[in-house]
């Protein structure tokens, strides 16, 4: 697993306008149409988390979903994160098409 270095995470922020940096996580919340489409967004993108052998943190309250991805122990972010977060937001976008 590699890290980042500050320049490649602002970099790659340039990419993801939508997420924050929030210490050594990449944090982003979601809108929906409704509560149903919540929890399908978050079980099509778990198999991307499991394929990555990656896992998000979740937080949910009916149309709203905020992810948060990292880990505050490991201090930086990885490649993986961003791969995640490209992910994440490639899905949500074709929804909305």
């Given at each position: 697993?590699?890290?980042?270095?500050?320049?490649?995470?602002a970099?790659?922020?340039?990419?993801?306008?939508?997420?924050?940096?929030?210490?050594?996580?990449?944090?982003?919340?979601?809108?929906?149409?409704?509560?149903?489409?919540?929890?399908?967004?978050?079980?099509?993108?778990?198999?991307?988390?499991q394929e990555?052998?990656?896992?998000?943190?979740?937080?949910?309250?009916?149309?709203?979903?905020?992810?948060?991805?990292?880990n505050?122990?490991?201090?930086?972010?990885?490649n993986?994160?961003?791969?995640?977060a490209?992910?994440?937001?490639?899905?949500?976008?074709?929804?909305?098409?």
């Amino acid at each position: 697993m590699s890290s980042m270095t500050s320049d490649q995470v602002a970099l790659q922020l340039d990419g993801l306008p939508a997420w924050q940096l929030d210490g050594s996580s990449l944090v982003r919340t979601y809108e929906f149409a409704d509560f149903a489409s919540v929890v399908a967004f978050i079980v099509k993108m778990s198999f991307h988390a499991q394929e990555l052998e990656h896992y998000p943190h979740w937080e949910s309250y009916y149309t709203t979903l905020k992810v948060s991805i990292g880990n505050a122990d490991q201090g930086t972010l990885h490649n993986r994160d961003v791969q995640l977060a490209k992910r994440l937001e490639t899905s949500f976008n074709a929804q909305k098409m």
